[in-house]
Nanobody, 122 residues
Framework: QVRLVESGGGVVQAGGSLRLSCEIFGRTDSSAPMGWFQKAPGKAHMFVAAITWKDHRTYYTNSVKGRFTVSRDNAKNTIFLQMNNLKSEDTGTYYC???????????????WGQGTQVTVSS
């Protein structure tokens, strides 16, 4: 059974930075990209970024391009999300999950972990 443990969230002022981590336990199939999803209050989970296992190809939603960077450490089975120049609309709980792209949507394949809370104050 796959277990995902997110960490690194916190409270920052607008313009600040955070680095999120997601440790992945129990995954033997590394064919699917790993993604980050944001759940803002009152909204559904929204795709933020993804990275492939083999060639580290990255994908971002438009609103975070140039501000966020997704990366991974395959040896540690961990992915990261470097968040710079944070904005109030980045506030939410962030989750990681294996994901696949279907047209213009990224679909999570794992159940949600506990997530990590990011709060950006203006």
């Amino acid at each position: 059974q796959v277990r995902l443990v997110e960490s690194g969230g916190g409270v920052v002022q607008a313009g600040g930075s955070l680095r999120l981590s997601c440790e992945i336990f129990g995954r033997t199939d590394s064919s699917a990209p790993m993604g980050w999803f944001q759940k803002a209050p009152g909204k559904a989970h929204m795709f933020v970024a993804a990275i492939t296992w083999k060639d580290h190809r990255t994908y971002y939603t438009n609103s975070v391009k140039g501000r966020f960077t997704v990366s991974r450490d395959n040896a540690k089975n961990t992915i990261f999300l470097q968040m710079n120049n944070l904005k109030s609309e980045d506030t939410g709980t962030y989750y990681c999950a294996a994901t696949i792209n279907s047209g213009d949507r990224w679909i999570p394949l794992d159940g949600w972990g506990q997530g990590t809370q990011v709060t950006v104050s203006s």
